[in-house]
């Protein structure tokens, strides 16, 4: 079993930077891929970028590429999002997510809720315009 803890959310203006980290604990995770996901009010919870287990392979939703940046430091057991030009419509719960896969065939996979098997509790994240 592996227990993932989010935190570095909170209130932050348009226009600015947060950076979330995920904490993995009770096994080691550096050979999953991982993801983050968010879920505003009232709406589904989404795929917001993905990480290959040796950190070469990565995959943003359109909404947030070339904004974020998802990064993995295996020696902590940590994922990080990177967060820059945040935006009102940015405002969610993020939530980081795990699966003991080594390897998924596309980037299309790493989109699927069903394929992790380990989620976090979840950080808010509000953007102020």
């Known amino acids: 079993q592996v227990q993932l803890v989010e935190s570095g959310g909170g209130l932050v203006q348009a226009g600015g930077s947060l950076r979330l980290s995920c904490a993995a604990s009770?096994?080691?995770?550096?050979?999953?891929?991982v993801g983050w996901f968010r879920q505003a009010p009232g709406k589904e919870r989404e795929f917001v970028a993905g990480?290959?287990?040796?950190?070469?392979?990565?995959y943003y939703a359109d909404s947030v590429k070339g904004r974020f940046t998802i990064s993995r430091d295996n020696a902590k057991n940590t994922v990080y999002l990177q967060m820059n030009s945040l935006k009102p419509e940015d405002t969610a719960v993020y939530y980081c997510a795990a699966t003991e896969r080594r390897y998924l065939s596309s980037g299309y996979f790493y989109t699927l809720l069903n394929v992790y098997e380990y989620w976090g509790q979840g950080t808010q994240i509000t953007v102020s315009s």
């Open positions: 009770g096994r080691t995770f550096s050979s999953y891929v």
């Open positions: 990480l290959g287990w040796s950190g070469s392979s990565t």
